[in-house]
């Protein structure tokens, strides 16, 4: 079978979406008698990835630094997306491309060229966009219902649709999915995601110290966050709730990796406005995910202070897995995935979500209860071993489904 895996986003970055993009078509690839050509933004890391050919798709004049979510810059480099994929297809068109795997946005360009062409797609969807928009862009509102109109669309004429979550996967049952295959996120602490191998061996022999890099004492106990840091990610929260509690814990620090320049100068800012010692809570900047084990293993409390979306956050697989101690938003975006025995659970109020840092830094006894039980329920659901299992047995009812069903007028063509 020959896919072509459609992922408007830079490729390869240490972030979300890429890494999933990553894990799904090496999975893919190694499937019998399958060919994948993954086109993606020109942004990113080279990556090999056995019987993939990587097809990178740049706008003009070229754009860097594209971000996640919504954005005029990551609209304009779309339409160029666009035309990339309709040159592929003509340079195709005596050997076909018969299933396209399409991420995000990418479906709408899937769906035009179902229309067009009668090439079934899979909406790999890892957030629900009319939801992304209208949270980015309050004041678009009024435009909500057309836009769950479009993605439902979208939804409807798939062949199968694969959500990273429960509650993406509920909208699209509801938007009239034929087959739907929740396909979660995965802890990355034991695969191996290094874009050089080299690179993973310097790491092993020198594992980096959270306490030297933030010069902090070696008994201080360490609030740890680890990811992007755009809104919808609740530092805000964070940074306040911890203003709660910094007073009550002296020894408490928090350490936040990840995040842009502007981000971080940002987030200094407020510390400083919020009165909270400069050494006390840190921006310590990005790192490689590849070092995501050591640090994780470094911290007593874990954080997921996510405000915005519906679907799980990536770390938090890798949170559960490592057993630390994890602190998150009682909001739809953790509790699909995460109970009251497996982490703390907050509202998302700095007040509340101070208290429960409180809560974590006082009890020995709640810290050691949920980080036991976090690591054996991602050693039960969260491994690439059950990523892999659940991607092949949809690939296995697609291409049932696409053999049965009578061939494209373009394939009749060709």
């Known amino acids: 079978m020959k896919i072509l895996f459609l ?79 309709l040159k592929a297809l003509w340079k195709n068109r005596n050997d076909q491309f018969e299933l396209i795997h399409a991420v995000e946005e990418s479906v709408f360009m899937a769906l035009v060229i179902k229309w067009a062409l009668g090439i079934p797609y899979i909406y790999d969807m890892d957030s629900s966009l009319s939801l992304q928009i209208i949270e980015k862009m309050p004041w678009c509102k009024f435009l909500e219902p057309l836009l769950q109109w479009l993605e439902n669309l979208a939804i409807r004429n798939s062949v199968a649709v694969v959500p990273v979550c429960d509650a993406l996967a509920i909208l699209a049952e509801s938007g009239g999915s034929k087959r739907t295959q929740i396909l979660p996120d995965i802890s990355l602490l034991d695969y191996n995601h290094s874009t050089d191998p080299a690179t993973d061996s310097s790491l092993a022999s020198d594992e980096p110290d959270l306490r030297r890099e933030a010069d902090i004492p070696d008994d201080a106990s360490i609030i740890l966050y680890v990811g992007n840091l755009e809104k919808y990610q609740g530092i805000d929260l ?111 109020r700095p007040d509340e979500f101070g208290e429960a840092l409180d809560t974590l830094l006082t009890s020995r006894t709640r810290r050691d209860e949920i980080s036991t039980n976090a690591r054996k329920l991602a050693e039960e ?15 296995d009812g697609v291409h049932s489904d696409i053999k049965e069903e009578p061939a494209t007028s373009f394939q009749r063509r060709s």
């Not at 910094?246 to 928090?254: D, G, S, T």
């Not at 010692?277 to 790192?287: D, E, F, I, T, V």
Request: net charge positive; glycine share 4%; hydrophobic share 40%.
């Open 238 to 348: 964070l940074i306040e709730g911890f203003a709660h509690v910094h007073l009550k814990h002296p020894n408490a620090y928090l350490l936040i990796i990840g995040g842009t320049d502007r981000h971080i100068t940002a987030y200094r800012e407020k510390i400083l406005r919020l009165e909270i010692p400069s050494k006390r809570a840190q921006l310590l900047g990005p790192r490689p995910v590849a070092m995501l084990s050591a640090y994780l293993m470094q911290a007593d409390i874990l954080t997921s202070p996510r405000t915005l979306g519906n679907n799980t956050p990536m770390k938090v697989y890798s949170y559960l897995h490592a057993g630390i101690p994890l602190l998150a938003t009682k909001l739809p975006t953790h509790t699909q995935v995460l109970t009251d025995e497996v982490a703390q659970l907050a509202e998302p």
């Open 7 to 85: 992922a408007p986003q830079p490729f390869y970055q240490e972030r979300g979406t890429p890494i999933a993009v990553r894990l799904a078509s090496e999975v893919i690839a190694r499937r019998h008698d399958v060919r994948v050509t993954l086109m993606t933004y020109q942004e990113g890391t080279d990556v090999p990835i056995p019987n993939v050919s990587h097809v990178r798709v740049s706008p003009i004049p070229a754009l860097s630094n594209i971000q996640p979510g919504f954005s005029l810059k990551k609209l304009y480099t779309d339409l160029f997306f666009f035309g990339a994929i």
């Open 381 to 395: 659901k969260y491994t690439f071993e059950v990523f892999e299992r659940k991607l092949n047995r949809l690939y």
